[in-house]
């Protein structure tokens, strides 16, 4: 059976959903970041600036910026309260409304979030290891759609660009989230925030409401290079067709992986019988120059 989003009709386009801009602490103007990301080759963008009092609570409008082969998706990363180590909170909305609310000098991150979603957006805690957010803090935004698991700009800041690790804690104890890879750019020069890794989503439209919609479904996967063309499961086994790649791993609960090595791999089979027990999967790809996919977390009983 081919799973979500490669059993899904359409196109996949090329975005990245965490940007900052000079309406907040970015250093391009909304325009010309758009007008970076669509020299790239990407397809859409999200400018996401930081929603906040300093910064006249910014919701960016970069409706201007669309066209026939570019869109853009409104949205911000919104801050309240405290999470456990005292650090502002950080979370990720998407296809938010132009009039969206400031924030209650009492509102705490996990009601800031509820909100967003209750306004129509799709909402990532953003970069957990950035800034070592608990499992406890996770938890406490309730069942938001997305886990930042790669921010680019983390790399050149504190070294923790991965936040795979909190993704997996959370699909151990039985949570569905789906996973994300951003920029998070900046454009400021003091780090190499640009490019690092993609969102790939199947939709049947380039227009920001069938984007936002596949979203919230999972229909995509995430990149920092290689591409998969279709991912099938059925029973205990799985079939990936992807760009050349060295690696192919499924990894499920605990230590739990089968994996294939080798050189210039464009198709694999495996024997997903060392997963049976675990309740879900994902699937990884690694290419010769340690770039990588992810597939979204697939749970074995919407497939069997």
Same mark, same amino acid.
């Given at each position: 059976?081919?799973?979500?989003?490669?059993?899904?009709?359409?196109?996949?386009?090329?975005?990245?959903? #965490?940007? =900052?801009?000079?309406?907040?602490?970015?250093?391009?103007?909304?325009?010309?970041?758009?007008?970076?990301? +669509?020299?790239?080759?990407?397809?859409?963008?999200? &400018?996401?600036? #930081?929603?906040?009092?300093?910064?006249?609570?910014? &919701?960016?409008?970069? /409706?201007?910026?669309?066209?026939?082969?570019?869109?853009?998706?409104?949205? %911000?990363?919104?801050?309240?309260?405290?999470?456990?180590?005292? $650090?502002?909170?950080?979370?990720?909305?998407?296809?938010?409304?132009?009039?969206?609310?400031?924030?209650?000098?009492?509102?705490?991150?996990?009601?800031?979030?509820?909100?967003?979603?209750? %306004?129509?957006?799709?909402?990532?805690?953003?970069?957990?290891?950035?800034?070592?957010?608990?499992?406890?803090?996770?938890? %406490?935004?309730?069942?938001?759609?997305?886990?930042?698991? &790669?921010?680019?700009?983390?790399?050149?800041?504190?070294?923790?660009?991965?936040?795979?690790?909190?993704?997996?804690?959370?699909?151990?104890?039985?949570?569905?989230?789906?996973?994300?890879?951003?920029?998070?750019?900046?454009?400021?020069?003091?780090? %190499?925030?640009?490019?690092?890794?993609?969102?790939?989503?199947?939709?049947?439209?380039?227009?920001?409401?069938?984007?936002?919609?596949?979203?919230?479904?999972?229909?995509?996967? /995430?990149?920092?290079?290689?591409?998969?063309?279709?991912?099938? &499961?059925?029973?205990? +086994? *799985?079939?990936? +067709?992807? /760009?050349?790649?060295?690696?192919?791993? !499924?990894?499920?609960?605990? /230590? *739990?992986?089968?994996?294939? =090595?080798?050189?210039?791999? @464009?198709?694999? $089979?495996?024997?997903?019988?060392?997963?049976?027990?675990?309740?879900?999967?994902?699937?990884? !790809?690694?290419?010769?120059?340690?770039?990588?996919?992810? @597939?979204?977390?697939?749970?074995?009983?919407? !497939?069997?």
């Amino acid at each position: 059976m081919q799973i979500s989003p490669f059993n899904q009709p359409g196109t996949f386009w090329r975005g990245n959903l #965490h940007t =900052h801009s000079t309406r907040s602490d970015g250093t391009r103007a909304p325009e010309a970041a758009c007008a970076f990301y +669509r020299q790239h080759g990407y397809d859409f963008l999200a &400018i996401t600036d #930081h929603f906040m009092a300093e910064y006249d609570w910014p &919701i960016t409008d970069t /409706s201007a910026c669309r066209s026939a082969g570019f869109t853009t998706l409104l949205g %911000a990363e919104l801050h309240a309260g405290r999470t456990s180590t005292g $650090e502002i909170w950080h979370i990720l909305a998407l296809g938010l409304p132009a009039d969206f609310a400031p924030c209650a000098p009492d509102e705490t991150g996990p009601q800031l979030a509820a909100r967003a979603m209750q %306004a129509g957006a799709f909402v990532a805690c953003a970069h957990p290891n950035w800034y070592a957010l608990s499992e406890s803090d996770v938890l %406490a935004l309730g069942p938001v759609h997305a886990i930042e698991t &790669i921010n680019g700009i983390s790399r050149d800041h504190n070294d923790r660009i991965d936040s795979w690790y909190m993704l997996d804690v959370m699909l151990n104890r039985g949570l569905r989230y789906h996973a994300l890879t951003t920029d998070d750019a900046h454009f400021h020069g003091k780090h %190499a925030d640009l490019l690092h890794a993609w969102t790939w989503v199947r939709s049947e439209a380039l227009e920001p409401a069938a984007l936002l919609t596949a979203l919230k479904a999972g229909a995509y996967y /995430s990149s920092s290079g290689p591409r998969l063309f279709d991912v099938q &499961i059925e029973h205990d +086994r *799985a079939w990936i +067709r992807c /760009s050349p790649v060295s690696s192919v791993f !499924v990894t499920g609960r605990g /230590s *739990a992986s089968v994996y294939l =090595h080798g050189r210039g791999i @464009t198709e694999a $089979e495996l024997d997903l019988k060392r997963l049976r027990g675990s309740p879900f999967c994902r699937i990884t !790809v690694r290419d010769d120059r340690d770039g990588r996919a992810w @597939t979204n977390p697939v749970w074995f009983e919407d !497939v069997t």
